[in-house]
C-alpha cells in the first residue's frame, strides 16, 4: 500500500508499504521523500526506512543506503 503525507509546502514523503510473501520484509516500510527546489523546479527524491516499522537496512535497495 502506498500513502502520502506532506509535510511542508515544499517536501512530501511517500510511504511505501511491503506486501509479500518474505516474512523479512512483509509489512515493512519505505520513505520515498521528494523535496521540490523552486529556483530550479526540480524535485530531489531520497529513500530511507523510518525509524518505526521500517525495513530492516540490510534489505533496503543499495541506492537507499
Known amino acids: 500500500s502506498v500513502s502520502y503525507e506532506s509535510t511542508v509546502s515544499t517536501t512530501g514523503t511517500i510511504v511505501v508499504t511491503t506486501t509479500t510473501a518474505d516474512s523479512n520484509i ?3 516500510k519505505l520513505n520515498l521523500v ?3 527546489d ?3 523546479g526540480q524535485v530531489s527524491w ?3 526506512a523510518p525509524t518505526t516499522g521500517g525495513i530492516d537496512a ?3 535497495p543499495s541506492s537507499c543506503k
Open 46 to 48: 531520497k529513500c530511507e
Open 34 to 36: 521528494g523535496t521540490y
Open 38 to 40: 523552486p529556483s530550479t
Open 26 to 28: 512483509s509489512g515493512a
Open 58 to 60: 540490510k534489505y533496503l
